[in-house]
Every structure is written in structure tokens, then in C-alpha cells.
């Protein structure tokens, strides 16, 4: 049976990023922030859904990272030579003095896709990362 009812947790997060997660509740015009905790962990639960999946799927993994960063790009390299089969393209855009954009076009099984997403944003230095995909057989 699913249980519906509201249960409590704590959460801690550092002083400046829930000044700007309350930003983004009043933004997008969430009651409060449990509203807003509750979309996103539903987002995140279907990422996760993805990743047992064997749909071919195309898309793309967007990088922000400073370039300063030891053994980033090295790292980075590897991580893409050594799925380059899904990978189509990649653009790279030097934003200012040390920060990186880099758009990975990719192609593959989702599965795959997203452990590579998951490989490339878990990076040290990193400071965002996003996948956005869709199924290619419905396009
Ligand atoms: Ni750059």
C-alpha cells in the first residue's frame, strides 16, 4: 500500500545556497520550500529511473568548469575517449579567464548516457552539470 502521508526530515545545506534555493521557490512560485523539495526529488527519481534503461536516446550533457582545475581536462578527455561512440559532438566556449562551458552532444543507450553524465559532473571542479535527453524513437 502507498503511504501518502506527510513525513518530516531535516535538511542542511550551507548559508549560500539556500539563500538562492529560496530564490528559486519564490521564482517558480512554490508555496514553500517542501513544495519545492518534493519536485525536485521527483525529477531526480525519474533521472534514476533512466539508468537501468536500454532506450536509444539523444541529447545533451552541459558542463560549466574551471579550466584551472588540476587534471580536469586530462580527466575529461579520458572520461570521452573512452565512450566515443556516444558521443557526436562537443563544443567548448571559454567563458572568462578560468570559466568553461562545454555542450557534449551524445547518442546512445540511456543507461550508458547517463553514467557518463554522471562521471563527467561528479568531476572535481565542476560546478554544474546537466543532462538533458530524449528518446529518439518518439522524436
Ligand atoms: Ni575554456
Redesign the pocket.
Known amino acids: 500500500m502507498q503511504d501518502s502521508t506527510l513525513k518530516r526530515f531535516g535538511v542542511s545545506m550551507e548559508g549560500n545556497l539556500l539563500e538562492k534555493f529560496d530564490l528559486l521557490v519564490k521564482q517558480k512560485g512554490y508555496e514553500n520550500r517542501s513544495e519545492a523539495v518534493r519536485d525536485l526529488v521527483r525529477d531526480a527519481l525519474i533521472q534514476q529511473l533512466w539508468e537501468g534503461d536500454e532506450q536509444i536516446v539523444a541529447g545533451s550533457i552541459l558542463l560549466f568548469y574551471n579550466?584551472h582545475q588540476r587534471n580536469l581536462l586530462e580527466e575529461m578527455t579520458n572520461i570521452q575517449h573512452s565512450v566515443h561512440n556516444l558521443i557526436i559532438a562537443t563544443t567548448?566556449?571559454?567563458l572568462n579567464h578560468e570559466s568553461?562551458l562545454e555542450i557534449i552532444v551524445v547518442k546512445g543507450k540511456v543507461k550508458d548516457i547517463q553514467q557518463l553524465s554522471n562521471k563527467l559532473t561528479s568531476l572535481k571542479g565542476v560546478a554544474y552539470g546537466k543532462f538533458t535527453v530524449a528518446p529518439v524513437d518518439q522524436i
Open positions: 579550466h567548448h566556449f571559454h568553461c
